[in-house]
Structure formats: structure tokens, C-alpha cells
């Protein structure tokens, strides 16, 4: 057709309505929309209002038109106008319609609306038994299920689209998916099928001359390669971003080539500003109120990525924290206003690094909570690799409980060393695993026991004559053997729990190896220290909450009597500040339970009147 086009233009040739019609269609298909625009507006109104399958056609051209050069609203204004000329028609002519409005839909972040369309589609066609159409709508949910920032379904839906016919392939690629899929296989941990696809993907497009889809896959492909580099940033390793930023010049340079509307070419504006402020910290500043302008122009999906992108910038650079937060939270709503966590999980997550960072630990859980549900939900994954981001917010997680399984299999994943023994100290002495606190796990004899206490205690290490006289000081047995044979019984305790042998022995020393174990009372000591830097009531709680119980209540211990007292005079001096706030707000019932945890200390020579 090409070159029959070229021909006549060579001749100067006069062309007929039916002839420009298809030039214009031609054209529409390139991508060069300010050609096809003036082809098809010229054979229009020529055209017979009794081949309405040509219409349909026609006016399915002009609505992409419309939408690259003038507006996604004017496009689907003109396909609105098409609806009633598709009652009684083949569903392969439902489609050619209707997947315009689905994808206008998805570019404006209408996502709800786009998906309950497209699934509306994909019934009508299984009532018609035109199954082969059904798999063209349900191809396009690889685009939507990107854009709600469901990855789990958008990887679904591509592999499931592989099995749609070759030839039918190269129809559809007129609304390319597969760097959409890229980018999810990315974000889902699967980063071997992202590059090999992303060049299929455009050469695919150059083999066929679908030139309007240039720019969408530039961008994504420019997105991928930032965020391989920017994972190499924060690991510590050398990174480039200049290929990167040589795919987003090509995404910039299609946007203004062959599409007119300011929305695609804001996209890449945009990015281009968001991927520069690591790259130029100091112009930092300057590049934020350039982005927030441009935001006011774009849509919510995009307005949503680029909060979290410029809170990630002010974070990493230690810049205007509060604006950071401010930008975290406007990223989480804007996103959830239209039902897209495409960056809202990340969010959620950098919100807790945060709190837990300025001790604000009971926010900090319920953003660890959302962001791990979240991670699960949508299979978020690439970016919690990301260890100075979110290395303390997955051992809350840990610590807590939060997703169990996802959360062991995240801390693997990102190569984190997971931490999979609890050890209660506070009250009786026990082992349990991090995500069942409450479900002891036997240490075979009591000596072993206050072995794996005595080392818990003494993190620094000691000598094993030293730990011979403090737990054997007076035995006649064989001590080195019973030493050895209880350091075993800790080994096969801590095996059960699928963690490694816990006691090292270097340059003569012993010592406990805390990589993968979490401990109450280091809980507690945070929550004192916390206390003592500002004594708010809720600080005082925390540590009131922490002490459940004497420090190795069950065992003799004489070496820990120290800490002991320590640790309940740190506990009675949170107490003391907790009950002056329950005198002055008259909270009786709360201030008498806690002078009762009080006098039950009586063994210190504690004594407190109930008054």
C-alpha cells in the first residue's frame, strides 16, 4: 500500500473519497496523524452513509486522530457517537470501536471504568460465541491490570494473550503490550524475561511501522533501565544512568514526532525530571516546582508516580522531610482515588522507614502492615531488594508477624539475612520462631538454657573459663564436656527453626550470633532509651507495655542480677511518669492496675500506696 501511495503522490495524481479514505486509515496506522488527519477529514463528509461498516471504520481512524491531536476527551466523544451504529454488528466490529474507548480510558486513569468495560466486552462475546474476539479484549487487560498496579494479573494476562494466533498478533500491536508486561515481570522478580521481551517488543513494532506505540515503550524501557541502575545505587555498587537516559530523549522524540497531545508528552517531561533529581541533587529543588506544575496537567496515575518519585529523591537526599511525607501521602491517596498501586504499596513502605526512624513505632507497624498486605496482594516485589529502604521495616514485619510466609520469602529474595529465632527474656526464658512468638520451642536441659542467656547477655563475648566459672563454679563434673554438649543442644534447638548454629568461636572467644534472632528485651531497651529521650505519656506506655515480666525469671542466673535490677528500675521510672498522667487525667481504674504490676516487685524493696 506503500508504495501504491508513493506512486500516486509522485504522479500528482487527483485521488478519489475512497482512496483518500484509505490513505487516511494508512496514515492513522503509521502514527502520522497530522497526514492522516487532513486525508480523512477532506473524504468524510463524501463518504456514503449507507456503507456504515466503512464508517464505523473510518470514524474508529479519526477518534485515534483526535486523540493525538487534540484530546483523549475529544476522542472518546467520537466514539460515544459511533455506539448506536454498532447494535447487531460482529463482534470483530465491537472491538475495533470499543478497544479505542477501553484504551482512552486507561491513558486518563478511568481504570474501574476500562476494566468493567473491557469485561463487559469479553461477556458479550462469549453470549455470541466469538471466543478468538473475547481473547482480543481480554489481551488488553496486560495494559490495565499495569496501570491499577496489579502485576500478579498483568503477567497473567500476557502469558495468557501468547496463545491469540501470529497474524492476529500483528492486528492488535496497534495497542502494544508487551513492555507493559516488561516492566511487571520486573516488579514481580521475573527481571530474566524483561529485557529479551522489551526488544521483541520493538522490533515488532518497526516490522509493522506501528509508530504511535514508539513512545509508551521508550518510556517503560527507560523505566526499567533507572530502576536496574538505581537497585545498583542503593546496594552499593557502580551504576549509569545514561542509557536510561538515552531511551527517555527517544521517548521524548517520538511524543513530539508523531503525537500532538500534551498529555503523552507530559508523561515524558515528567519522568525525565523525576529520573534527574539523584542524578543532580542541587537542582533538586528547582526540578520539584517544575514537576508539581506540569502535574496539575497530567493524570492522576502519572501525578501518583511522581509524588512517590520526588518524596524518594527527598528522602534519599536527607532534604525537607516533612515535604517528603507530605508527598509519600498525596502518592498513597491520589492512587487509591482511581484504584492504581502502581507506586502505592512503595509508599506505604517509605512512610514506616520513616516513622520507625523518628521512633514513632505505632504508625510505623500500621504503614509496615499495609505495605507488606499490599506487596503480597499485587506481587511487589523488585524494590524491597532495595536494603537501605526497606531493611528495617521488613524485620518489623518479622518481628510482628506481619505476612508471615511473604515475609520470609521477601527477606530471602532480597538477600536479607532473616531472622527466624524470637528469644523471650523478659518473665521466662524461651526460644520460639519470629512468626509464632507464642509457641515455645524446647531447649533440652536447663543449663543450655542459661547458656544461650549467659551469651544473649554478654554480646561482646567471653572466654570459656570465664563462662566455666559463671555457670559451673562449683560443679565436679567435666565441665568442658558439659559445656560442649549443651552448646550442641542450642545448635540442634535453633536448627529446628531452620536457622544456623548461633554460637561462634573466634580468637578464644565465644560469642552469640544475632543475624538471625530478635530479642524482648532489645525491644525494650529501644523503648526505654526512646522514653528517656522525651518522656511523653506514650513513650512511657511503650516501656510499661515491653516489661512483661522479671528479666530470666525462671532461671537462678545470679550473674544477670545486674541487669535485673536494671531493667526494673527503668520499667518503675516509666511507670512513675505513666501513673502521674493517670492522677492528672483521673483515670483511677488504669493507675490501680499499674501500682499493682508495681508493688508486685516487692522483692526490690518497692512499696507503693494505693491510694
Same mark, same amino acid.
Given at each position: 500500500?506503500?508504495?501504491?501511495?508513493?506512486?500516486?503522490?509522485?504522479?500528482?495524481?487527483?485521488?478519489?473519497?475512497?482512496?483518500?479514505?484509505?490513505?487516511?486509515?494508512?496514515?492513522?496506522?503509521?502514527?502520522?496523524?497530522?497526514?492522516?488527519?487532513?486525508?480523512?477529514?477532506?473524504?468524510?463528509?463524501?463518504?456514503?452513509?449507507?456503507?456504515?461498516?466503512?464508517?464505523?471504520?473510518?470514524?474508529?481512524?479519526?477518534?485515534?486522530?483526535?486523540?493525538?491531536?487534540?484530546?483523549?476527551?475529544?476522542?472518546?466523544?467520537?466514539?460515544?457517537?459511533?455506539?448506536?451504529?454498532?447494535?447487531?454488528?460482529?463482534?470483530?466490529?465491537?472491538?475495533?470501536?470499543?478497544?479505542?474507548?477501553?484504551?482512552?480510558?486507561?491513558?486518563?486513569?478511568?481504570?474501574?471504568?476500562?476494566?468493567?468495560?473491557?469485561?463487559?466486552?469479553?461477556?458479550?462475546?462469549?453470549?455470541?460465541?466469538?471466543?478468538?474476539?473475547?481473547?482480543?479484549?481480554?489481551?488488553?487487560?496486560?495494559?490495565?491490570?499495569?496501570?491499577?498496579?496489579?502485576?500478579?494479573?498483568?503477567?497473567?494476562?500476557?502469558?495468557?494473550?501468547?496463545?491469540?494466533?501470529?497474524?492476529?498478533?500483528?492486528?492488535?500491536?496497534?495497542?502494544?503490550?508487551?513492555?507493559?508486561?516488561?516492566?511487571?515481570?520486573?516488579?514481580?522478580?521475573?527481571?530474566?524475561?524483561?529485557?529479551?521481551?522489551?526488544?521483541?517488543?520493538?522490533?515488532?513494532?518497526?516490522?509493522?511501522?506501528?509508530?504511535?506505540?514508539?513512545?509508551?515503550?521508550?518510556?517503560?524501557?527507560?523505566?526499567?533501565?533507572?530502576?536496574?541502575?538505581?537497585?545498583?545505587?542503593?546496594?552499593?555498587?557502580?551504576?549509569?544512568?545514561?542509557?536510561?537516559?538515552?531511551?527517555?530523549?527517544?521517548?521524548?522524540?517520538?511524543?513530539?514526532?508523531?503525537?500532538?497531545?500534551?498529555?503523552?508528552?507530559?508523561?515524558?517531561?515528567?519522568?525525565?525530571?523525576?529520573?534527574?533529581?539523584?542524578?543532580?541533587?542541587?537542582?533538586?529543588?528547582?526540578?520539584?516546582?517544575?514537576?508539581?506544575?506540569?502535574?496539575?496537567?497530567?493524570?492522576?496515575?502519572?501525578?501518583?508516580?511522581?509524588?512517590?518519585?520526588?518524596?524518594?529523591?527527598?528522602?534519599?537526599?536527607?532534604?525537607?522531610?516533612?515535604?517528603?511525607?507530605?508527598?509519600?501521602?498525596?502518592?498513597?491517596?491520589?492512587?487509591?482515588?482511581?484504584?492504581?498501586?502502581?507506586?502505592?504499596?512503595?509508599?506505604?513502605?517509605?512512610?514506616?522507614?520513616?516513622?520507625?526512624?523518628?521512633?514513632?513505632?505505632?504508625?510505623?507497624?500500621?504503614?509496615?502492615?499495609?505495605?507488606?498486605?499490599?506487596?503480597?496482594?499485587?506481587?511487589?516485589?523488585?524494590?524491597?531488594?532495595?536494603?537501605?529502604?526497606?531493611?528495617?521495616?521488613?524485620?518489623?514485619?518479622?518481628?510482628?508477624?506481619?505476612?508471615?510466609?511473604?515475609?520470609?520469602?521477601?527477606?530471602?529474595?532480597?538477600?536479607?539475612?532473616?531472622?527466624?529465632?524470637?528469644?523471650?527474656?523478659?518473665?521466662?526464658?524461651?526460644?520460639?520462631?519470629?512468626?509464632?512468638? %507464642?509457641?515455645?520451642? /524446647?531447649?533440652?536441659? $536447663?543449663?543450655? #538454657?542459661?547458656?544461650?542467656?549467659?551469651?544473649?547477655? &554478654? !554480646?561482646?563475648?567471653?572466654?570459656?573459663?570465664?563462662?566455666?566459672?559463671?555457670?559451673?563454679?562449683?560443679?565436679?563434673?567435666?565441665?568442658?564436656?558439659?559445656?560442649?554438649?549443651?552448646?550442641?543442644?542450642?545448635?540442634?534447638?535453633?536448627?529446628?527453626?531452620?536457622?544456623?548454629?548461633?554460637?561462634?568461636?573466634?580468637?578464644?572467644?565465644?560469642?552469640?550470633?544475632?543475624?538471625?534472632?530478635?530479642?524482648?528485651?532489645?525491644?525494650?531497651?529501644?523503648?526505654?532509651?526512646?522514653?528517656?529521650?522525651?518522656?511523653?505519656?506514650?513513650?512511657?506506655?511503650?516501656?510499661?507495655?515491653?516489661?512483661?515480666?522479671?528479666?530470666?525469671?525462671?532461671?537462678?542466673?545470679?550473674?544477670?542480677?545486674?541487669?535485673?535490677?536494671?531493667?526494673?528500675?527503668?520499667?518503675?521510672?516509666?511507670?512513675?511518669?505513666?501513673?502521674?498522667?493517670?492522677?492528672?487525667? %483521673?483515670?483511677?481504674? /488504669?493507675?490501680?492496675? $499499674?501500682?499493682? #504490676?508495681?508493688?508486685?516487685?516487692?522483692?526490690?524493696? &518497692? !512499696?507503693?500506696?494505693?491510694?
Amino acid at each position: 500500500m506503500k508504495k501504491q501511495f508513493d506512486f500516486l503522490e509522485a504522479q500528482a495524481a487527483d485521488l478519489s473519497p475512497r482512496v483518500m479514505l484509505a490513505k487516511g486509515m494508512f496514515l492513522s496506522d503509521l502514527g502520522d496523524f497530522y497526514q492522516a488527519e487532513k486525508y480523512l477529514s477532506t473524504a468524510i463528509p463524501q463518504l456514503s452513509s449507507e456503507d456504515q461498516k466503512l464508517y464505523l471504520r473510518v470514524m474508529t481512524h479519526m477518534a485515534r486522530v483526535l486523540r493525538n491531536r487534540v484530546s483523549f476527551g475529544e476522542s472518546t466523544r467520537c466514539i460515544d457517537a459511533l455506539l448506536p451504529l454498532l447494535q447487531n454488528t460482529p463482534m470483530r466490529d465491537w472491538y475495533g470501536v470499543m478497544i479505542e474507548k477501553i484504551h482512552n480510558l486507561t491513558l486518563t486513569s478511568r481504570l474501574s471504568e476500562a476494566l468493567e468495560l473491557t469485561k463487559t466486552m469479553m461477556e458479550q462475546c462469549l453470549t455470541t460465541g466469538e471466543a478468538d474476539i473475547k481473547a482480543w479484549f481480554e489481551r488488553y487487560l496486560t495494559a490495565i491490570y499495569f496501570y491499577l498496579g496489579d502485576y500478579k494479573k498483568c503477567v497473567q494476562a500476557y502469558a495468557k494473550s501468547l496463545s491469540i494466533p501470529q497474524e492476529e498478533q500483528d492486528w492488535l500491536m496497534r495497542h502494544s503490550i508487551g513492555a507493559y508486561a516488561a516492566k511487571a515481570y520486573q516488579i514481580t522478580g521475573q527481571e530474566e524475561k524483561v529485557l529479551p521481551l522489551l526488544e521483541t517488543e520493538l522490533a515488532r513494532l518497526k516490522q509493522l511501522g506501528l509508530y504511535e506505540e514508539y513512545s509508551i515503550n521508550y518510556l517503560l524501557y527507560a523505566e526499567i533501565l533507572h530502576s536496574a541502575e538505581l537497585l545498583k545505587r542503593y546496594q552499593g555498587m557502580p551504576f549509569d544512568f545514561s542509557t536510561a537516559d538515552r531511551y527517555l530523549s527517544k521517548a521524548e522524540e517520538y511524543a513530539v514526532l508523531n503525537r500532538s497531545t500534551r498529555d503523552h508528552l507530559l508523561f515524558v517531561k515528567i519522568w525525565r525530571l523525576c529520573a534527574g533529581l539523584l542524578e543532580q541533587p542541587e537542582k533538586a529543588g528547582q526540578s520539584i516546582s517544575q514537576i508539581l506544575a506540569l502535574l496539575e496537567k497530567t493524570t492522576p496515575f502519572f501525578q501518583s508516580l511522581a509524588y512517590g518519585r520526588m518524596a524518594n529523591a527527598l528522602d534519599t537526599l536527607g532534604q525537607n522531610p516533612e515535604q517528603c511525607k507530605l508527598f509519600l501521602k498525596q502518592c498513597i491517596q491520589t492512587g487509591e482515588d482511581i484504584g492504581s498501586y502502581a507506586y502505592t504499596p512503595i509508599a506505604y513502605g517509605r512512610l514506616a522507614a520513616i516513622y520507625l526512624r523518628e521512633g514513632e513505632q505505632d504508625t510505623a507497624k500500621e504503614y509496615t502492615r499495609r505495605f507488606m498486605e499490599l506487596c503480597r496482594q499485587f506481587e511487589h516485589r523488585y524494590y524491597l531488594r532495595f536494603k537501605p529502604l526497606f531493611a528495617s521495616v521488613l524485620k518489623l514485619a518479622g518481628e510482628l508477624g506481619i505476612t508471615p510466609d511473604f515475609t520470609r520469602e521477601m527477606l530471602s529474595y532480597g538477600g536479607y539475612t532473616a531472622e527466624r529465632v524470637y528469644i523471650h527474656t523478659l518473665g521466662s526464658f524461651y526460644i520460639a520462631p519470629v512468626h509464632d512468638k %507464642g509457641s515455645p520451642v /524446647k531447649i533440652r536441659t $536447663l543449663k543450655a #538454657r542459661e547458656l544461650l542467656a549467659y551469651l544473649l547477655e &554478654h !554480646r561482646k563475648g567471653a572466654a570459656r573459663e570465664q563462662i566455666y566459672a559463671d555457670l559451673w563454679e562449683n560443679s565436679e563434673a567435666n565441665v568442658p564436656n558439659l559445656f560442649h554438649t549443651r552448646r550442641g543442644e542450642i545448635r540442634r534447638a535453633f536448627e529446628s527453626l531452620g536457622a544456623g548454629n548461633p554460637i561462634l568461636y573466634e580468637k578464644g572467644i565465644y560469642r552469640l550470633n544475632m543475624e538471625e534472632i530478635i530479642c524482648d528485651h532489645d525491644l525494650f531497651r529501644q523503648a526505654v532509651d526512646e522514653f528517656r529521650r522525651q518522656s511523653a505519656p506514650i513513650n512511657a506506655q511503650r516501656v510499661v507495655d515491653c516489661y512483661t515480666g522479671r528479666y530470666l525469671d525462671d532461671l537462678e542466673a545470679l550473674w544477670a542480677e545486674s541487669s535485673r535490677l536494671q531493667y526494673e528500675d527503668s520499667f518503675l521510672e516509666a511507670a512513675n511518669a505513666l501513673l502521674e498522667n493517670y492522677r492528672n487525667s %483521673g483515670d483511677r481504674a /488504669k493507675a490501680i492496675e $499499674l501500682l499493682r #504490676r508495681c508493688t508486685g516487685l516487692s522483692y526490690h524493696g &518497692h !512499696r507503693y500506696a494505693i491510694t
